[in-house]
């Protein structure tokens, strides 16, 4: 049974830098994608960066040259490292799984099968 569970969220001050991980287990796919979603109060779910298993990656326009997203085949995990955050960054972050590659935009959200449960990510200005 596939599960994704993130970790790694916490508070930080406006500039500062997190880390997420994103530990997928249970599945032998060989194509995959695993994305990178956040909640922002009183807000929609929104798709922050996704990576596949090439390697290629695609972010959203509100996180390039802040956020990068990379992996660990060794040990099943995605990171999203999250650098100069602002308070506008605060928000429940989710982590999703597909046995696919990603779509072209990060904001397609219906093609995942598995999700995380959140991790909360607070700045505050």
């Known amino acids: 049974q596939v599960q994704v569970v993130e970790s790694g969220g916490g508070s930080v001050q406006a500039g500062g830098s997190l880390r997420l991980s994103c530990a997928v287990s249970g599945f032998t796919w060989s194509t995959y994608c695993v994305g990178w979603f956040r909640q922002r109060p009183g807000k929609e779910r929104e798709g922050v960066a996704t990576i596949d298993s090439d390697g290629s990656t695609s972010y959203a326009d509100s996180v390039k040259g802040r956020f990068t997203i990379s992996k660990d085949n060794a040990k099943n995990t995605v990171f999203l490292q999250m650098d100069s955050l602002k308070a506008e960054d605060t928000g429940v972050y989710y982590c999703?799984?597909?046995?696919?590659?990603?779509?072209?935009?990060?904001?397609?959200?219906?093609?995942?099968?598995?999700w995380g449960q959140g991790t909360q990510v607070t700045v505050s200005s």
């Open positions: 999703a799984a597909d046995y696919s590659y990603c779509a072209l935009s990060v904001r397609t959200q219906s093609q995942y099968n598995f």
